[in-house]
């Protein structure tokens, strides 16, 4: 048995994992990289960590297609539920809680978070997924903070960090990051989306391998990695 982690392009990925499909900020119609679509995608659970729109940009019509549990901080999740969306799990930072398919944990990130329509999206999150293969934390977007090193303190077998640098933290900063949380492997995110968030992810694999002791993992939207109990 194994979990899966797919990545869909930009800051979404796709966590299959107890016969359950958990998608992490969904963006896919407008996404130019992305290898599947909103209509096609299947969904048990959807995670978000903060509002902007290249991760809230698909929840509305997945959750409402397949049903979807919607979890993330209040804030996003009230405005959801006044687009009609009913299967809703409010958390907030620091806030733990068991599900069937897993443990959520919501962190800290240093970024913004307000909605599509300008609305208040509270503070932005990361997200750290326990599953029963393993622990993994998606950053969301987030520029590099120290209080990572208490994040360490989960046990993070899969770091998912930003490096696009401009809106989040860059490859530099996404290195120190991999250190402070002591993640066995590492899988960028928020890179190559568009022209200024470019990224060379052969230099970057080079820096984690020289100064980290993570695996890094480069995925092509469609590719996966398998997270397995050590
Ligand atoms: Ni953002
Ligand atoms: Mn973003």
Request: negative net charge.
């Amino acid at each position: 048995m194994s979990t899966e982690i797919k990545y869909l392009g930009h800051s979404s990925f796709q966590v299959l994992t107890n016969n359950k499909s958990i998608l992490m900020d969904p963006f896919l119609t407008d996404n130019p990289t992305a290898t599947t679509t909103a209509d096609e995608i299947d969904a048990d659970v959807i995670l978000v960590s903060h509002g902007h729109y290249d991760h809230v940009a698909d929840v509305e019509a997945i959750a409402k297609r397949t049903g979807a549990l919607l979890i993330a901080n209040y804030e996003i999740v009230t405005w959801f539920q006044n687009q009609g969306i009913t299967n809703t799990h409010a958390m907030h930072i620091g806030g733990q809680h068991v599900f069937a398919f897993g443990t959520v944990k919501l962190t800290i990130a240093h970024h913004g978070s307000c909605l599509p329509d300008g609305s208040n999206g509270g503070q932005p999150t990361g997200i750290i997924l326990k599953t029963v293969d393993g622990t993994i934390y998606h950053a969301g977007d987030t520029g590099l903070f120290l209080d990572m090193q208490l994040i360490a303190d989960e046990d993070i077998q899969v770091a998912i960090l930003p490096i696009g640098d401009n809106f989040t933290m860059g490859p530099a900063d996404s290195v120190k990051a991999t250190a402070f949380l002591k993640a066995s492997t590492v899988i960028p995110a928020h890179f190559n989306t568009w022209p200024l968030i470019e990224q060379d992810t052969d230099r970057w694999q080079q820096a984690i391998q020289s100064e980290t002791t993570a695996q890094p993992v480069v995925l092509s939207p469609g590719e996966s990695f398998l997270l397995q109990k050590p």
